[in-house]
Nanobody
Framework: QVQLVESGGGLVQAGGSLRLSCAAS????????MGWFRQAPGKEREFVAA????????SNADSVKGRFTISRDNAKNTVYLQMNSLKPEDTAVYYC????????????????????WGQGTQVTVSS
């Protein structure tokens, strides 16, 4: 069982930056691939970024490439999402997700591949 707690959301002006954190419970954090998803009002949850167990491989949605960076610190059981050059369309609730990854190289872009989810943190970007 993994418990995830997101933090770092808030209100920011367009062009600004935020860093989201997701703290995971348990002693096997390094066995889990991690992901960030978001859901805007009236829209389906969408993939934002993913990272493999070691942090050596990442993937980003086209809409955030060049602006968002996912990273992890396995010693701190934490995954991060650095968000730069924020746009009003980035406004959403951001969710952290985890899933056990047998292979070190694997990361996952489909929400159905994730077994554990955080409660979400609101990010609002004003124009």
């Amino acid at each position: 069982q993994v418990q995830l707690v997101e933090s770092g959301g808030g209100l920011v002006q367009a062009g600004g930056s935020l860093r989201l954190s997701c703290a995971a419970s348990g002693r096997t954090f390094s066995s889990y691939a991690m992901g960030w998803f978001r859901q805007a009002p009236g829209k389906e949850r969408e993939f934002v970024a993913a990272i493999n167990r070691s942090g050596s491989k990442t993937s980003n949605a086209d809409s955030v490439k060049g602006r968002f960076t996912i990273s992890r610190d396995n010693a701190k059981n934490t995954v991060y999402l650095q968000m730069n050059s924020l746009k009003p369309e980035d406004t959403a609730v951001y969710y952290c997700a985890a899933t056990y990854a047998y292979y070190t190289s694997n990361y996952y872009e489909n929400s159905k591949d994730y077994a554990y989810w955080g409660q979400g943190t609101q990010v609002t970007v004003s124009s």
